[in-house]
């Protein structure tokens, strides 16, 4: 294995132990959906809230199933192992595709590779149909990147079966099938004619509009028919969901994660831009990057499919030729101990006030474990300094040592168990259901809230599925225009209560009905996570401020 790929598969297992055990708040809303498909089927009307009658396309309801029935089989740990599974995946098809455009390049492929793996890592790895449609685009671009002279004549049926599964995983994603032939149409077509553009896809355009047939015509093979296809215009574009859903939100240069691999983007192509790149790249970063910055989602299309222009333009790069010595180890050794220690010391001196007794004894000895670690790898180094292939296989071995000492004691401190809803909004179910019988409910919760809560069985006013609230889609009210003016104050809170007849109220310190109806004598406060003795400190202040209101009017 070389150096450059073992450090990538390191790097991908620290940062994965550190984010890989994170629970998505959107799993409660698939696993629900999951319970239910396989109870009753698939759904046409919504079945989870106390609206009546909305228009329903379960767009994710392949996904949903998967999802549940992993769930059904590990518990959270089936989750945790998903995330852990489709994102070396994901790594892995992001690499080979990098040495297909790079003509084999390897040292440029893990570079790239490491980049994403930085950046998506830590926002994009999680339990969501984000993973499944972006593996199946990187099928897709990697099948067209190995067959740049012509056609297999298998390719069609590969798209079509690529076309069903996208549809039926992630059906608001499932456009961008199509979408992403277009480079490589255009390039068909026009690549060459320039001098901005190279051209190295030979198909003829017939052969690409073949597999644009067959893979819109496999677009049809799901319960809702066209419904499912045109999902995409039902939220995309909303006023409502832009001004709600953080991820789509336009994209901020001012945020690292995003605005610095954009700035290698550019350098990069500033540098070499007397270069010429295939046309079908640059539509590719043109496009996505372009998305990215109307919509923070696609930032993670951007990674995969932007850099791909990045790496041809370094296909040619080569490390400098040269041994490695022992006294160039010994300065790189040093200065990554010294590196490693003072992050590790001022991770410690951060997080020392929060982490309890055995959590710190745990960390100094993982410190002492790991040190001497480094200190074996050390002096095995030296007594094989005089020896060229020596230096150059321990080199690995003390890099890893180097990178477990940097990483196994920040666990010791920051790992937690996977963790899969906040204990104040478990509670409050618990009060709930304890009192009264799910049917007997009728439950106002905001945007980020109701999940959980329909997964107990409690119907809510609004959950997580933003385009399910839009009249385009339950062709009835805009309720998330609704929640707004709420949200707001253009709504008063004692009108929107005549129109629904909640029971109970779950706020959030983030809402004015946190304080409006702390006021309010026609509603009694039976939970409040800021007086509850069971949350320790750390879940009082990572958690949000929850109360639990019943409405009971004759109490004044």
């Known amino acids: 294995m070389k150096h450059s790929q073992a450090i990538l598969i390191l790097a991908f297992v620290a940062i994965m132990a550190f984010v890989g055990n994170r629970v998505n708040n959107d799993v409660w809303f698939l696993l629900g959906s999951g319970r239910y498909l ?46 852990w599974v489709a994102g070396a995946l994901l790594l892995l098809l992001y690499y080979r595709l990098q040495l297909r455009v790079t003509g084999g390049n390897e040292s440029v492929s893990s570079l790239l590779t490491a980049v994403v793996l930085v950046f998506a890592g830590w926002i994009f790895i999680t339990q969501r149909p984000q993973m499944a449609s972006s593996l199946i685009f990187l099928v897709e671009i990697c099948l067209l990147e190995r067959q740049r002279a012509r056609m ?24 961008m099938l199509l979408v992403f032939l277009l480079p490589y149409l255009l390039e068909s077509l026009v690549g060459g004619r320039f001098r901005w553009c190279r051209q190295d896809f030979r198909w003829p355009p017939h052969e690409l509009l073949l597999l644009l047939c067959v893979s819109f015509l496999a677009g049809l093979c799901n319960p809702y028919g066209l419904e499912a296809m045109v999902y ?14 953080g991820e789509m939100t336009p994209l901020s240069l001012k945020n690292l994660y995003v605005g610095l691999p954009f700035v290698l983007v550019l350098v990069a192509l500033g540098l070499y831009a007397r270069r010429a790149a295939p046309l079908r790249y640059q539509l590719l970063a043109l496009g996505t990057g372009l998305m990215a910055l109307l919509s923070y989602r696609s930032f993670f299309l951007f990674l995969l499919f932007g850099t791909l222009g990045i790496g041809y333009i370094f296909r040619d790069w080569r490390e400098a030729p040269g041994t490695c010595t022992w006294p160039q180890l010994r300065r790189r050794g040093l200065l990554l101990f010294f590196l490693v220690a003072v992050m590790d010391l001022v991770v410690f001196l951060l997080a020392r006030e929060t982490a309890g007794a ?44 180097l990178l477990a000492l940097f990483l196994l004691p920040l666990l010791a401190l920051r790992w937690q168990p996977p963790h899969m809803v906040d204990r ?68 008063d809170y004692r009108e ?50 929850v109360r639990l209101y019943a409405y009971r009017p004759e109490v004044q």
């Open 38 to 83: 396989e109870a009753f089927g698939i759904p046409h009307i919504e079945p989870f809230t106390l609206h009546e009658g909305f228009h329903f396309v379960m767009q994710q309801w392949l996904f949903a199933l998967g999802l549940w029935q992993l769930y059904g089989i590990g518990g959270v740990y089936g989750l945790v192992a998903f995330s």
């Open 152 to 175: 297999a004549r298998t390719l069609p049926v590969v798209f079509f079966v690529l076309s069903v599964l996208l549809i039926n995983l992630h059906a608001a994603m499932w456009p």
């Open 232 to 245: 995409a215009a039902h939220g995309y574009g909303s006023a409502e969901i832009n001004a709600l859903v």
């Open 358 to 401: 055995a959590r710190q004894e745990a960390f100094f000895l993982l410190v002492a474990l790991a040190l001497l670690g480094v200190l074996a790898c050390a002096y095995r180094l030296y007594r094989g300094r005089a020896r060229a292939e020596i230096l150059a296989s321990g080199e690995m071995r003390l890099t890893a040592a």
């Open 424 to 491: 104040s909004i478990a509670r409050s179910a618990e009060l709930l259901l304890a009192a009264r019988q799910p049917s007997e409910i009728r439950l106002y919760t905001g945007y980020d809230d109701g999940d959980y809560m329909e997964y107990c069985g409690i119907p809510c006013y609004l959950d997580a599925r933003a385009e399910v609230f839009l009249p385009q889609l339950n062709h009835q009210k805009n309720v998330l225009r609704e929640y707004i003016d709420l949200r707001y104050g253009l709504l």
């Open 496 to 545: 929107f209560q005549r129109r629904y007849s909640f029971t109970h109220f779950l706020t959030t310190d983030d809402e004015l009905l946190y304080t409006y109806l702390a006021a309010d004598p026609d509603y009694v406060l039976l939970y409040d996570s800021a007086e509850d003795d069971s949350l320790s400190e750390a879940e009082q202040q990572e958690e949000k401020h």
